[in-house]
């Protein structure tokens, strides 16, 4: 295992920044402050030279703005995690902050590979479906922990207009017997290399060029995802991307979370809260119909905590279309990072806070897990085993113009912040 040591800047560099925030707009609101990692990097929108590329994206000046590493305990660490088919190694980055908790990140994927935080007794456990070893990443496909990308969740029929051309995608899903495109395509951001290094001696950045034409879509898209730990114990997941032609972005991470600690049981009884009084319900296919519902007096308001098996049952259309909980969840509009949803896990007392700054939130609780794939220690993952809470824009958004734009142009960027915030009740 060898010791990465972080790029950070210099006292000089950390001096110029401060005297330019007098007349810089500041990267988040305040009331968001709290929850961005110490490393980051001014927002404002510039127009593009022409002439981006990786290393402009990856190597952009970074300032760690709330505090130097130095004040940190959190360390990071890289090791070997396996080799690609063609021969290229893959490696694995675990970041530790200073209560114990643990993150493990392979280049593979931009993949979270496991999460540890204690429960109410202080005892760790890894919170997260997956793998043991690369292989088997590489040899199944349930988004275990992973990046995706170009476009997160649905597609209609794989097909979008953009600019008076339309676009053909992958159909690689069928709920209902009806083709869609999901996640990115048949070899989306979860199945490809990226390249990792170290930041500010608490966080892991994974960078990736997405070829124009890749799985069908337009334009060079340079996109970079960084993963934080703080010793506030969060873990912080975020993705920027800049383009050179007109392309829809959708970028989501896909964690399966069991609080409990034990992969073998069922999350029904884990209690979730959705600061979201709004739905979309779908057609047959899980694709959106464009309505934008109400959730009162329906199995779908989380607005006060339920436990998640409570009404999954019900004799309701939405939940019989998508044979339990895959939906959208509409956020309120509000700018910044703010709370989305909270996960308690009665038995254990662990709690998770998911705060976001996109539009929506998909709830998924793993109603397509079949318990035939062996995941770490041998665990067959069942049906319901696990839950995803995906932070995203509206599925299906590059079809439908009522809904929020996915559509990112030259000269701009997209930015996704996604905060997985650790404590017990």
Not at 7 to 33: E, H
Not at 107 to 135: C, K, N, Q, S, W
Not at 387 to 414: H, I, K, M, V, W
């Amino acid at each position: 295992m060898v010791v990465v040591k972080p790029r950070c800047p210099s006292i000089v560099s950390r001096i110029l920044w401060a005297a330019s925030t007098a007349v810089m707009r500041p990267i988040i609101s305040r009331s968001s402050r709290r929850s961005i990692p110490a490393c980051s990097r001014k927002t404002t929108r510039r127009k593009s030279s022409g002439s981006i590329d990786l290393i402009r994206l990856a190597m952009r000046p970074r300032i760690c703005q709330f505090a130097h590493p130095i004040m940190a305990a959190t360390t990071v660490t890289a090791a070997p995690f396996g080799n690609l088919p063609d021969g290229r190694e893959v490696r694995i980055f675990t970041l530790t902050n200073k209560n114990g908790l643990r993150a493990r990140v392979s280049e593979y994927g931009a993949i979270l590979v496991a999460m540890e935080a204690p429960d109410r007794h202080g005892t760790l456990a890894d919170l997260t479906h997956g793998f043991d070893t690369l292989a088997g990443w590489l040899a199944n496909g349930p988004y275990f922990g992973a990046s995706i990308g170009r476009f997160g969740n649905r597609i209609k029929g794989g097909k979008f207009s953009l600019d008076g051309k339309q676009y053909t995608l992958a159909t690689n899903n069928s709920p209902g017997g009806i083709p869609c495109h999901l996640h990115g395509g048949k070899v989306g951001f979860d199945k490809v290399l990226w390249t990792g290094t170290a930041k500010c001696g608490q966080a892991v950045e994974l960078v990736y060029l997405s070829k124009d034409g890749e799985e069908g879509y337009p334009g060079n898209l340079w996109v970079k995802v960084t993963y934080t730990l703080t010793d506030e114990d969060e873990l912080i997941w975020q993705a920027e991307a800049s383009t050179d032609a007109p392309t829809p972005v959708n970028l989501v991470h896909h964690t399966y979370w069991n609080l409990s600690g034990d992969p073998g049981t069922l999350i029904l009884d884990h209690q979730l809260m959705l600061a979201a009084a709004h739905y979309l319900p779908t057609d047959p296919g899980l694709i959106p119909t464009g309505e934008i519902a109400a959730v009162a007096g329906t199995p779908m308001d989380f607005t006060t905590p339920h436990a998640i098996g409570e009404r999954i049952e019900a004799e309701f259309e939405a939940l019989e279309l998508a044979a339990g909980y895959d939906h959208c969840w509409v956020l309120p509009d509000a700018r910044g990072v703010r709370l989305a949803a909270r996960v308690t896990d009665p038995k254990s007392g662990r709690v998770m806070e998911i705060l976001t700054d996109q539009p929506a939130i998909q709830f998924y609780a793993a109603n397509f897990l079949d318990g035939l794939t062996p995941g770490k220690g041998g665990v067959a993952y069942t049906r319901r085993s696990a839950l995803c809470l995906e932070t995203e824009g509206f599925p299906d958004a590059p079809n439908q113009s009522s809904f929020p734009s996915a559509l990112l142009r030259p000269g701009q960027t997209y930015r996704h912040t996604l905060v997985h915030r650790f404590g017990v009740a």
